[in-house]
């Protein structure tokens, strides 16, 4: 093998190389910008999910509350229903009282 195709043969290899080299750093580039995108996917899926999550939270926390101030409601017009029937019965008592109190002065 003669100088000029040693020369050759090495100047064939440094391309090749260098072809191998672009190829391998396309390659980087592509697996990072891939790698980026599912990053940001899955952050975005995260912060859905969490902001899902939240509001059922706090809807269920709603209902809760909704609820229990509705036995509350429910419980102080009960109690409202027995003063008013226990005014209007002592009622009658205190206007007998008054009249009794009145007629034997």
């Given amino acids: 093998m003669g100088m000029s195709e040693v020369l050759r043969s ?3 290899a440094e391309q ?7 190829e391998a ?6 697996i990072v910008a891939d790698a980026r995108r599912q990053s940001t996917e899955l952050v975005q899926s995260a912060a ?8 059922k939270i706090l809807d269920d926390a709603r ?3 909704q609820g229990e101030a509705d036995k509350v409601k ?3 017009a ?9 005014s209007s019965s ?15 002065a």
């Fill in 48 to 55: 859905d999910e969490s902001v899902s999550l939240t509001q």
């Fill in 74 to 76: 429910a419980q102080g």
């Fill in 90 to 104: 002592n009622q009658d008592k205190a206007v007998q009282m008054v009249v009794d109190a009145l007629t034997s």
């Fill in 63 to 65: 209902a809760k509350a």
């Fill in 10 to 12: 090495i100047k064939t």
């Fill in 78 to 86: 009960k109690e409202v229903d027995g003063i008013e029937s226990n």
């Fill in 16 to 22: 090749d190389a260098e072809k191998r080299l672009s």
């Fill in 25 to 30: 750093q396309e390659k980087a580039s592509s």
